[in-house]
């Protein structure tokens, strides 16, 4: 080994250039991996807070519905559910609904929101003014907007309504409907009591209701 380091000497000599690039590239090149190795690691993803949970799109609805249905009661339903859905869920609507009114009322395809509240009228409620549909259509599309409209396009004519839409008067029921119709037409209302289609007690009631 004594004179194994010495017999170098000559070699170095000669190849001197070429052995201070080869060492100032060693050089570098440990000094890259020192500097630049840890910048290439991946770096740890960041992970939430003890108790933080990531938001996520609301999933469910909770929509109350009351008035004449089945069951009236606050409802899970999905998103995107509809009117009709919560209807269903409700158990439908029930004989003392107004089906006439909640068919030119309602928009049963319409998309639900969250906290929305549904309200079914009775006969009872149209029939003595709670919802005066006499003189205005309430528009459930949206909630707590109305559309004005005349006295005259609300009434039910008795010359041209349907069976349903007679039975769906206070105290008219499907064998009165049936007799109303039976008895067209009409040139005066009074002729409902005279053709004894309506008893007068019941052509009292109705006067602001009905239509030619």
């Given at each position: 080994?004594e004179?194994?380091?010495?017999?170098?000497?000559?070699?170095?000599?000669?190849?001197?250039?070429?052995?201070?690039?080869?060492?100032?590239?060693?050089?570098?090149?440990?000094?890259?991996?020192?500097?630049f190795?840890?910048?290439?690691?991946?770096?740890?993803?960041?992970?939430?807070?003890l108790?933080?949970?990531?938001?996520?799109p609301?999933?469910?609805?909770?929509?109350?519905?009351?008035g004449?249905?089945?069951n009236?009661?606050?409802?899970?339903?999905?998103?995107?559910?509809?009117l009709?859905?919560a209807?269903?869920?409700a158990?439908?609507?029930t004989?003392?609904?107004?089906?006439?009114?909640?068919?030119?009322n309602y928009?049963?395809?319409?998309?639900?929101?969250?906290?929305?509240?549904?309200f079914v009228?009775?006969?009872?409620?149209?029939?003595?003014?709670?919802?005066?549909?006499?003189?205005?259509?309430l528009?459930?599309t949206?909630?707590?907007v109305?559309?004005?409209?005349?006295?005259?396009?609300?009434?039910?004519?008795?010359?041209?309504?349907?069976?349903?839409?007679?039975d769906s008067?206070?105290s008219?029921g499907a064998?009165?409907?049936?007799?109303?119709?039976?008895?067209?037409?009409?040139?005066?209302?009074?002729?409902?009591?005279?053709?004894?289609?309506?008893?007068q007690k019941t052509?009292?009631?109705l006067?602001?209701l009905?239509?030619?």
């Open positions: 080994m004179g194994f380091l010495p017999s170098l000497i000559p070699f170095f000599r000669k190849y001197a250039l070429e052995t201070v690039f080869l060492t100032l590239a060693l050089l570098c090149t440990a000094l890259s991996f020192v500097f190795l840890p910048r290439t690691t991946s770096q740890p993803v960041p992970q939430p807070a108790g933080e949970t990531a938001p996520s609301a999933q469910v609805l909770y929509v109350d519905v009351s004449s249905v089945a009236p009661d606050v409802y899970k339903l999905k998103a995107g559910a509809r009709k859905d209807i269903r869920q158990g439908g609507l004989d003392e609904a107004d089906k006439a009114f909640f068919g030119r928009n049963l395809a319409r998309l639900l929101s969250d906290q929305e509240k549904i009228p009775s006969l009872y409620d149209t029939g003595n003014g709670t919802v005066l549909e006499n003189k205005r259509v528009d459930y949206q909630p707590q109305a559309v004005a409209t005349t006295e005259l396009q609300t009434r039910i004519s008795v010359n041209s309504a349907t069976p349903e839409e007679l008067l206070p008219v064998k009165t409907a049936q007799l109303i119709i039976q008895n067209r037409p009409y040139t005066a209302l009074d002729e409902l009591v005279r053709k004894k289609a309506l008893d052509y009292d009631s006067l602001s009905i239509s030619l």
